[in-house]
């Protein structure tokens, strides 16, 4: 089965050029360990790196595969990796493992669609999906998974409240009353779920791209210009 497989797979790529890399972003070292034993199978697979352990050693190219596990604090770094690299993506070829959150603040950000979105707690169906990946067999049945029907503005918001800014200073940016601008606050995480100070504040733990100590004013521009 899976010499049929590589088989096929091969046939789809000119095999002159130059061969196509596995990106591995997480800060899940069993994740980095399954993901690199599965893709060794891929005879068409060049190289696996391992991020953010390799990351002084690579540059993304279009032909690379990307697969991103952005968690808890590493979310910031890989955010910053993801904007060094994003005239070098082919987001055709970039996989999110995590959580619904984690795909529509990608998505926000870069104002991309992500085609291929497998959540973290089920990695024993990995496999398939790997495969999948590779061949680039999208399924669009997974957006319901993503899509918290956030509006404009909210995203605008969010964005914003992921910078650190407080309700005050993204008033003063939107040029709304920071009436409107709670309001927004408010709704936005009532769709994600988040509707508690316990679980608001462990959100913009994990999320705050302000816990970037380096470059911050570079990236906060980055943000701003998404916004």
Avoid at 19 to 36: H, K
Avoid at 78 to 85: G, I, M, S, T, V
Wanted: overall charge positive; some cysteine.
């Amino acid at each position: 089965m899976t010499r049929n497989f590589l088989l096929t797979v091969s046939g789809t790529f000119n095999m002159d050029n130059n061969m196509p890399r596995l990106v591995i972003w997480s800060e899940c070292q069993y994740t980095q360990l399954a993901v690199r034993a599965l893709a060794s199978n891929f005879a068409f697979i060049s190289q696996i790196y391992t991020l953010p352990r390799e990351e002084h050693q690579i540059k993304l190219t279009t032909s690379d595969y990307f697969m991103v596990g952005p968690t808890s604090g590493g979310f910031s770094k890989c955010y910053e990796f993801l904007l060094k690299n994003q005239d070098n993506i082919d987001y055709d070829r970039v996989m999110i493992i995590g959580s619904g959150l984690d795909m529509l603040v990608m998505s926000i950000l870069f104002k991309k669609s992500f085609k291929f979105f497998f959540k973290k707690d089920g990695l024993q169906d990995l496999v398939e999906f790997l495969k999948r990946f590779i061949l680039l067999n999208y399924n669009d049945g997974q957006e319901y998974l993503i899509k918290h029907h956030l509006t404009y503005n909210e995203e605008r918001v969010l964005i914003l409240m992921l910078t650190g800014l407080s309700e005050t200073n993204i008033a003063n940016i939107l040029k709304r009353s920071i009436k409107t601008v709670s309001h927004h606050k408010v709704n936005l995480l009532k769709k994600l779920h988040i509707d508690t100070n316990a679980t608001k504040l462990f959100f913009l733990y994990n999320y705050s791209i302000a816990s970037v100590k380096q470059g911050y004013d570079s990236l906060n521009n980055k943000v701003m210009e998404n916004v």
